[in-house]
């Protein structure tokens, strides 16, 4: 069974930096893309970045809105995917969620809250 | 990248009715195409994915359909636990995913 656990969510100050850590279990982490998506409070879904697989050499891709700020990694050994957050803005507040697709299914955790606040 | 637009943002409607929520890509993304239930508080729920596949435990009420660039999310007679907003999800993997604005279903 598929299985993703997100941690490190935490309340940080603007400006400040962040890694979340994604476990993943139940199938072979290495053949497949990772992705993370983020909820900001009462707004709707938002595609944050890619890790992709082993056969696409780990290349990661990121939305506009976090280039040069957030990094993407993964430690195929550990099962674990990560998140890197510099320069964090308020509008960073959000869940963070890891996602991936088995064969065509959607798997999500469960998120982990970010928030930025002073 | 592949934009989304989903129809419409908000839909009262009353217990036993049968509803239909709409989302169209700005260009092809064949059938990888997911919904999600969401309920405030909750990660997304997965009801259908690759267009069409009913998700395991998901009731036979919740249907999908369509292909390249038009979709649709069909619940056939709502029951009181399917009042939440819906999202689709397009999944190309040559294409950043994009998700519709979502849709909030109302009790009328």
């Known amino acids: 069974e598929v299985l993703l656990v997100e941690s490190g969510g935490a309340l940080v100050q603007p400006g400040g930096s962040l890694r979340l850590s994604c476990a993943a279990s139940?199938?072979?982490?290495?053949?497949?893309?990772m992705d993370w998506v983020r909820q900001a409070p009462g707004k709707g879904l938002e595609w944050v970045g890619r890790?992709?697989?082993?056969?696409?050499?780990?290349?990661?891709e990121y939305a506009a809105s976090v280039k040069g700020r957030f990094t993407i990694s993964r430690d195929d050994s550990e099962n674990s995917l990560y998140l890197q957050m510099h320069s964090l803005r308020t509008e960073d507040t959000a869940v963070y969620f890891c996602?991936?697709?088995?064969?065509?299914?959607?798997?999500w955790g469960l998120g982990a809250l970010v928030t930025v606040s002073s | 990248d592949i934009q989304m637009t989903q129809s419409p943002s908000t839909l009262s409607a009353f217990v036993g009715d049968r509803v239909t929520i709409t989302c169209r890509a700005s260009?092809?993304?064949?059938?990888?195409l997911a919904w999600y239930q969401q309920k405030p508080g909750k990660a997304p729920k997965v009801l259908i994915y690759?267009?069409?596949s009913l998700e395991s435990g998901v009731p036979s009420r919740f249907s999908g359909s369509g292909s390249g660039t038009e979709f649709t999310l069909t619940i056939s007679s709502l029951q009181p636990d399917d009042f939440a907003t819906y999202y689709c999800?397009?999944?190309?993997?040559?294409?950043?995913?994009?998700f519709g604005q979502g849709t909030k279903l109302e009790i009328k």
């Open positions: 996602m991936m697709f088995f064969y065509g299914e959607p798997f």
């Open positions: 139940g199938f072979i982490f290495s053949d497949h893309h």
């Open positions: 890790s992709k697989n082993k056969f696409e050499s780990h290349t990661t």
């Open positions: 260009q092809s993304v064949s059938t990888w």
């Open positions: 690759k267009a069409s």
């Open positions: 999800q397009q999944y190309n993997t040559y294409s950043p995913y994009s």
